[in-house]
């Protein structure tokens, strides 16, 4: 069995098992292999919806004499980053720290000790750009592992050392206030694009959690400044060609600053916490906009990415078949003039062309467009502009579709069923928290490993889950989507699910001086256990894990995990204030400790429309963080509805913090004045 992917889960790792490479799974075994045939570790990383992993693929792996020569002279191996997050974290920050840059596919050679020696990302086949050729990295790595093998020990023993002697800066004991918060803002309105929103330059990526500490920030301080950065760039992303303008979700990210092209891909992650910022967008501003662009986000993780077992797919790829046999990236999305004509005649072409910005010249390659919507494209008539956008998808429909990674990543999903459980609940749409519900219980039956002490596993596929522990981020994601689902559903199960997770955090994750690692206390040891509090595409597992654990707090009243809570937030005292564009979700956290967080309960039976009224009040406040019960007098369902009587026999709504608590109310207009207060 030269080549051993044929059995993984991941479809990333099974589109190279026909490889002529013989790869290896990361794995004990592979190491051995390496050690026992005295060669060094070849290790790749990528991930399936990868444009230029795709490349790399077909341009080296495929081929016959690069894959001999690999076969021969090393032992590779294959990494999925969505199902190894914490191989990934750790090889990454050798790449950057020698390289001065990462991405994917990542490539890294390692003694038989893990230890890595020598790093890259893409490597053509040829001498390209300054870029030596492929083979002459394998060629170049190979004789020196042969001729001077010590220089190679040292090198790879003082990667190490370096490595393992980083620690993070906590900036001393405390949580961030009103000073630091302020001094974020200050720094992210330094950094913002003000003609063309977002921040900073290309490649310019969607700043979900940033997005999200404006809008509470500005719940909670009434900053106009920081509502109009956070509207401004979701209008821009929303017109810019980043959005899918026929079929509704978001592109990867934009290579330019103006949003206009992106890097095709589509990610669950992305778009679960897009469609949750364009809701929370919503109910601050009442923006039809953003409400189309939760809707649309919604219908389209459903609708694309919704696998038959009830949980939601990893990613598209970015790339298709054009009609010609190549695989292009962005075929399935760009446009020409002629074939708007074909799709639509020549009438309604100019009219679509004008309206989504296509042009003679192409705002893509060869002539093609992406369509977006320009400033100056007008108001369009409802009626023609549907029927164009529903001509122009069945046209789509008969082009080849982009691949589709089917593997469930257990903190997307956690994403994921926020976004879809309060777009849900906002706009009155039950078949949303319905899809939200099975994906958490997909989550429950396939991901939960009650043998083990309720261990989740990382990721699954086809209902069988795979052989990876979860990480941090799968703990607080999961913990985040199951509570937006009890406050969403009044189902309190939902609640306890998050409390065995959290419970798990406390116990596993936490070091001293309330510092979180992304793996657990016993899970595999890597060169170095991989500590990360900054947002990448999702926010940290530590960030995410503080949110999650205040929430529950807030629920529950637990001081062990409010304690949690707020030792995790004392690095965001310390970067926040530095780095404020790669700690948003932290900054979002903190605003909900400084604003309590809010605890709602509301009591009335499930079929009294006062009680609807009070609840629904309650779901469109905007209190940054606030926690939601609902449930009749005498439930058992959730803590906060213990002994909260009706009020003169009528439905009724409690909101405390800091252990104060207000009148209750029976008005929904009163409880409304009263989480903007």
């Known amino acids: 069995m030269p080549n051993r992917l044929a059995h993984e889960t991941s479809p990333y790792l099974l589109q190279h098992a026909d490889n002529p490479v013989h790869w290896w ?63 990934d974290a750790v090889y990454m920050e050798a790449v950057q720290a020698a390289t001065g840059q990462g991405g994917w596919p990542m490539t890294v050679f390692l003694t038989a000790d893990a230890e890595p020696f020598y790093f890259g990302t893409y490597f053509p086949p040829e001498p390209r750009h300054g870029m030596p050729s492929f083979l002459d990295v394998l060629e170049g790595v190979s004789r020196a592992w042969t001729e001077r093998r010590a220089e190679v020990g040292e090198v790879a023993g003082k990667i190490v050392k370096d490595l393992s002697a980083r620690s993070l800066a906590f900036g001393g004991d405390g949580v961030p206030g009103e000073e630091e918060l302020a001094q974020a803002l200050l720094g992210l309105t330094r950094e913002y694009d003000a003609p063309r929103g977002g921040f900073g330059g290309a490649p310019k990526f969607p700043p979900s959690m940033a997005l999200e500490f404006l809008l509470r920030h500005h719940a909670r301080t009434g900053a106009e400044g920081a509502l109009q950065m956070a509207a401004d760039t979701c209008e821009a992303m929303a017109r810019g060609g980043i959005y899918d ?16 092209v992106p890097h095709f891909e589509k990610m669950l992650d992305d778009n679960a916490l897009l469609c949750r910022t364009y809701a929370h967008l919503w109910r601050a501003t009442g923006s039809d906009l ?47 003039p002629e074939q708007l004509t074909e799709a639509l005649g020549e009438e309604d072409a100019r009219f679509a062309a004008q309206y989504f910005g296509v042009t003679e010249e192409g705002t893509f390659e060869e002539g093609a467009s992406v369509l977006r919507l320009p400033q100056d494209a007008g108001v369009a008539e409802a009626g023609r502009l549907a029927s164009v956008k529903e001509r122009l998808l069945a046209a789509r429909a008969r082009r080849e579709r982009p691949g589709r990674d089917d593997k469930i990543v257990a903190a997307w999903n956690g994403l994921a069923i926020a976004a879809l459980a309060e777009t849900g609940a906002y706009f009155d749409r039950p078949d949303l928290v319905e899809r939200a519900t099975e994906a958490a219980d997909l989550l429950v039956r396939v991901h939960f490993d009650t043998s083990a002490g309720a261990r989740l596993a990382r990721t699954s596929k086809d209902g069988r889950a795979g052989a990876n522990a979860g990480v941090l981020e799968d703990y607080a994601d999961v913990a985040e989507g199951f509570l937006a689902l009890a406050g969403v559903t009044g189902e309190g199960v939902w609640l306890e699910f998050a409390g065995f997770l959290l419970d798990i955090v406390l116990d596993q994750f936490v070091a001293e001086g309330g510092a979180l690692y992304d793996t657990a206390h016993d899970a595999e040891t890597l060169i170095r256990r991989p500590q990360d509090p900054t947002d990448n595409a999702a926010p940290s597992g530590w960030t995410a894990a503080a949110g999650a654990l205040l ?71 905007t209190a940054p963080g606030a926690v939601l019960a609902f449930g009749t007098p005498d439930s058992d369902e959730f803590p906060l509805l213990r002994d909260r009587p009706l009020v ?30």
């Open 648 to 677: 003169d026999g009528r439905p009724a709504a409690y909101v405390c913090r800091h252990f104060t608590c207000d009148a209750p109310t029976t008005d929904p207009a009163e409880l409304t004045r009263a989480l903007s207060r």
């Open 25 to 87: 799974p990361w794995s004990a075994e592979a190491f051995e292999e390496a050690r026992r045939r005295d060669v060094p570790v070849l290790l790749s990383v990528g991930y399936s919806s990868c444009h230029w992993c795709h490349v790399m693929a077909h341009e080296s792996f495929e081929d016959e004499a690069t894959a001999a020569y690999v076969n021969e002279h090393f032992v590779a191996v294959k990494v999925d980053r969505e199902e190894r997050p914490d191989v």
């Open 551 to 621: 929430s529950y707090a807030a629920h529950t009243g637990s001081d062990a995990h409010r304690a949690a809570a707020e030792g995790a937030l004392g690095v965001v005292k310390a970067l926040g204030p530095r780095a404020p564009r790669f700690i948003g979700w932290g900054l979002a956290t903190a605003e909900a400790l400084l604003d309590g967080p809010r605890e709602i309960a509301v009591v009335g039976a499930p079929d009294d429309e006062r009680a609807a009224e009070l609840r629904r009040a309650a779901l469109l406040g």
């Open 290 to 336: 953003a409400r189309r662009v939760a809707l649309e986000t919604a219908d389209f993780m459903v609708r694309e990415l919704r696998t038959a077992e009830g949980g939601l797919a990893s990613a598209l790829d970015a790339d298709s078949d054009d009609g010609t046999g190549r695989h292009v990236e962005g075929a399935y999305y760009v446009w020409t």
């Open 245 to 260: 303008q026929l079929g509704g979700g978001f592109a990867r990210y934009s290579v330019d600053r103006d949003w206009v």
